[in-house]
């Protein structure tokens, strides 16, 4: 079995599949190594070889790659940047410096459909890249995401303050808040999904209907019910195993 690691800027999503296949029987999220390898310890066993993408400091992700080499006794080869990939060409200046979980997202889109895509991924940062129907990838934009959105207003003021309970509540609407808590989650959530909906504007007004919506991440649940997005969870590992195949 191969292990699968994509480490966030928030968490390690990881999951176990059986060689040549997409179906992972074991899986989770992770906010730490030690949560990581508790995880990951029901199967550890069954574990061939590992592949790894990662957006942390490159001394972070050696050190996290090796230690669990060590502790899985399995080798674990990690993404690395390119200027071409699956047919898609990398469109920044330096393509190096493009987040690598967007590349392969971008490069596991293009796999799934090679036509024109806005590709969405809402994490930590929500980020949107632009693919043409020849594979160019035409470059992106980074915004903050709701943790980051929510996390300013409560640094940044005295009064604004609730509870991970009320938060959970306060998100279920976006009808105008009467706390503090409706009032923020349902503000943040408005200007992502602002964001969201003029990104495929933009992609439609560039490429015209012919383009496919696909979105991933942790917080892509809060824009799926908008029409036409195709939510692919594992779209970043489907991209690892083109990448590290
Ligand atoms: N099981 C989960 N554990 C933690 N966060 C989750 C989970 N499911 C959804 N989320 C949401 O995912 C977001 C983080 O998304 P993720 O794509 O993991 O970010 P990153 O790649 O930046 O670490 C959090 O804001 C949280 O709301
Ligand atoms: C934009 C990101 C911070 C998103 O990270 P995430 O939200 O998935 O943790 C990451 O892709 C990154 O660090 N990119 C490097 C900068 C760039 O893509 O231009
Ligand atoms: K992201």
Redesign the pocket.
Known sequence: MILEL????????WRALQVGTNDSLWG??A?SVSELLQGVSACSKQLTRGRMVS?RSDAETKQLCSSLEKVLGISISCARPSRELGGVVNGYDDYARLGL?RWLAIVAAYSIDARAALVL?????VTADLISASGAHLGGYIAP???LLRHQLQTHTQRVRYDSVEAVSAARELVPGRSTAEAVERGCLLMLRSFVKTQIEYARSTFGNDVSLFA??????LITDIPVVRYVPDLVFRGLAVACP
């Not at 994509?6 to 999503?13: L, P």
Request: charged share 20%.
């Open positions: 994509d480490c966030g800027n928030s968490f390690i999503k989770g999220v906010a957006v979980d991924d809402l994490g930590t940062a995401g709701m943790p991933t991440g942790g917080d892509a649940a």
